[in-house]
């Protein structure tokens, strides 16, 4: 039992870090599921094929932003470089796969696919509100120039 309490202490004095190991988690997830689409073009076709409503746009163009997206804007968020900005460029994204793909087979479904495009559009939102943290390169390249930066000259 004192263990479970140490944890949780250790947890209450460092809220943030949770948050960073969320972040480099779907980062790393997002860029997976990039390389994924990137080996496996035809089953990004499949799955745009399924959307619920008729796409206009070609699908192989869709399906080669959602790759590259993926792949560098997940490996963004994952070491937060331009975090907020790399997060975002996911919700399109991501909102098209939860409301146009997935949203007929509804939730607890045998695939559960709707619930995890939910969840990861919910930890984008979060990512862009909260951006990379103190563990992030946005955050280094800010203390760097912070120590680079002339101090004021009062007059």
């Known amino acids: 039992m004192e263990r479970v309490k140490q944890l949780r202490e250790l947890v209450g004095t460092h809220r943030d ?7 480099i988690y ?4 997002l860029f997976a599921k990039g390389l994924y689409f ?15 409503v008729p796409l206009s746009i070609d699908t192989m163009l869709i399906g080669h932003y959602v790759a ?17 900005l790399a997060a975002a460029v996911q919700v399109p994204i ?5 409301f146009l793909v997935h949203m007929r087979e509804g939730f607890f479904g045998t695939e ?25 390169v946005d955050a280094y390249l800010a203390r760097k120039f912070e120590l680079q930066s002339p101090e004021p000259t009062h007059a």
């Open 38 to 52: 990137v080996t496996h073009a035809s089953d990004v076709t499949a799955l745009l094929g399924r959307s619920t």
């Open 112 to 136: 559960q696919n709707l619930e995890l495009a939910v969840l990861v559009l919910f930890l984008l939102g979060l990512t862009v509100v909260h951006g990379g943290g103190r563990l992030s």
């Open 17 to 23: 870090l949770a948050f960073e190991l969320v972040r």
């Open 68 to 84: 590259m997206a993926h792949l560098c804007g997940g490996l963004m968020v994952a070491v937060g470089l331009v975090t907020r």
């Open 94 to 98: 991501l909102l098209g796969a939860v």
């Open 26 to 29: 779907l980062g790393l997830g």
